[in-house]
């Protein structure tokens, strides 16, 4: 039972090149979150989806972009990226709304550094 | 404002003592409260959630946190930590309502256990 599967676990960028995060979940979730963790900054929510073909801004989306073509995966882009986006940025997953259920299912991350 | 504080950055106690962490919050409708456990290296972990019910909820590995509604607090408690606690503890509230449910998240609580 693989759960939130992120890929890479690792990337160093130069700044200015691209570069795109995959997140996969085999649980059939509807709603799936990209987050950064910074140092002192806790859990920032980039962009979110509450279904297949659906994205939604969190509260720090500016230099990121994100598609959820398929309902198990949802992609994380980096179109020119720059040194504040050295992060690490987890993924996480929950069922839909009216299942009671709330708990987030999270990824084992993925570690950016741009130079 | 909606706001999640966990007052201690920082705690470290020994194996075998007992273990407070504090959350307080400020959120305008009822919350749904989580406690998740980040340990090194790897994704969260939820541990505990309240939204109704009895105001003290017991979660994995011996965790246990009492909501107090008069003081907006969600402290998470263990009798006796072993050295396998040593992690990154989040506290988060979310809305019981809405189609994004997206919580919000204190800074964090790093604690360390000593033999």
């Known amino acids: 039972n693989a759960g939130v599967t992120q890929t890479p676990k690792f990337r160093v960028l130069k700044t200015g090149q691209s570069m795109t995060l995959l997140c996969a979940q085999d649980?059939?979730?509807?709603?799936m979150y990209w987050y950064r963790q910074d140092p002192g900054m806790g859990l920032r929510l980039i962009h979110y989806?509450?279904?297949?073909?659906?994205?939604a801004k969190g509260e720090v989306p500016d230099g990121y972009n994100v598609s959820r073509l398929k309902k198990q995966n949802f992609l994380l882009g980096l179109e020119s990226a720059a040194p504040s986006q050295t992060s690490v940025y987890f993924c996480?997953?929950?069922?839909?709304?009216?299942?009671?259920?709330?708990?987030?299912?999270f990824g084992s991350g993925t570690q950016l550094s741009v130079l | 404002a909606q706001s999640v504080t966990q007052p201690d950055i920082h705690i470290t106690v020994s194996e075998g003592a007992s273990l407070e962490l504090r959350c307080n919050y400020s959120?305008?409708?009822?919350?749904?409260l989580f406690w998740y456990v980040q340990s090194p290296g790897q994704g969260l972990q939820l541990l505990l959630k309240?939204?109704?019910?009895d105001t003290l909820v017991q979660g994995i590995k011996g965790f246990e946190a009492e909501f107090k509604r008069s003081q907006s607090s969600f402290n998470l408690r263990k009798p006796s930590v072993h050295w396998s606690d040593a992690a990154e503890y989040f506290c988060?509230?979310?809305?019981?309502?809405?189609?994004?449910?997206?919580?919000?998240w204190g800074l964090g609580t790093s604690l360390a256990v000593n033999p």
């Open positions: 996480a997953s929950r069922r839909g709304p009216g299942t009671g259920d709330e708990k987030l299912f």
């Open positions: 649980m059939n979730h509807e709603y």
């Open positions: 989806s509450v279904g297949e073909g659906t994205t």
């Open positions: 959120y305008g409708a009822t919350p749904y």
């Open positions: 309240y939204f109704s019910g």
């Open positions: 988060a509230v979310g809305p019981l309502t809405g189609n994004n449910r997206k919580l919000i």
